[in-house]
């Protein structure tokens, strides 16, 4: 007989030889993805329960949780259980509203990283300025509401530059390049028009002529001890990572200045929890920040098979404040393994598994929409170039079947 895992919950539940034990604290979770599953199945492995907010049933990280409340993000009456019932909560993606995060610490509720990161990460033009605040270059930028905004943004900045709506973002939504000044007006009323963008805001960024992206992932717990991944080389193809690469392979100074960085800005904005800088690095050298995500990173996915400890191991010590682990890792190359819409049954699983230092992760989504990330695959190896070469021979291993 095969029964779910919350079915053997329950009944482990009933049995006094388990119920009488004494019961770990239960961490929450705003946000029912695959980051929260990951998150979810680091915790398990040490014996924690997790309880997930989110609004869709039977979710990828509510499948293998506690319990999943079945909310809307902001939705009092779930905030309130949640609260309830977890002390410690932290969120899988940047787009919970801030205000359901200072809700929740109102109550009394420790959540990690603070609603003050969030806040920054949810604003790109608040975002770019604490970069900068914080010790980290940017590259030239200016908030852009209007036509005129626009046009006197250009005149600064100059062509090409990348319009993007200052919240809501991700892989590449909400933005547009624009490269001649004469179309900019057209280009944005179009941009301004989309219905996804009715009402926001934007930003107006100059082109970086970047060598690289590369990202660094930091953790830091509340006694102020803090640790970080090393730099990942990432590549995206339309906007969305495709592999990511680790170290990244630039110079053992530059690696040095991104995690300097890096911890700088977790100290000085007092994180808890762990947080992704995505930086590029240019053509001459230089580090520039991008983009902060206060949460685990899809270009730290490497480091579930490629590290003695993962990025959801570390942000899990974070969130208890114990003492963060050093990172011991193989130099390793993870592919994401996105929907192509043509089938929801991935082949060649059995096969890439018993692959030499290949790991295949999946993510429990039931429908593989084109585009979507639907797992990953690692590779490690005693080299970058061989780490590569593995991961793509598993990937191609894998296809889409309906």
Known sequence: MVISIREARERFAGNTAFSEAPRMETIGILGDGQLGRLLSLAAGKRGYDTIILGPTPDSPAGLISKEQIVAAYDERKALDALAGKCKRITYEFENVPAGSVRYLE???AHVFPSSNILEMAQDRVREKAAL????????????????????????????????????????GHGQIVIRNPDAAGNDFELHRNKKENNG???????????QMEISVIVARNENGQTCTFPVAENEHRDNILHMTIVPAR????AAQRAQEMAVRFAEEVRLVGLLCIEMFYTKDGKILGNEIAPRTHNSGHWSIHGSEVSQFDQQFRALLNERLEPVRYKPSAMINILGEGNGNFLSGQIKVRKMEGIGLCMYGKAEAKKGRKMGHVTASAVTIEEAIERAKIARNELRWER
């Open 106 to 108: 109102d109550r009394g």
């Open 200 to 210: 926001k805001t934007f930003i107006l960024e100059k082109m970086v002529d970047f």
């Open 250 to 253: 630039i110079s053992p100074e």
């Open 132 to 171: 900068e605040e914080h010790g980290i270059p940017v590259t030239k930028f200016a908030k852009v509401d209007s036509h005129m905004e626009l046009q006197k943004a250009l005149k600064e900045i100059g062509c090409p530059a990348v319009l993007k709506t200052t919240r809501d973002g991700y892989d």
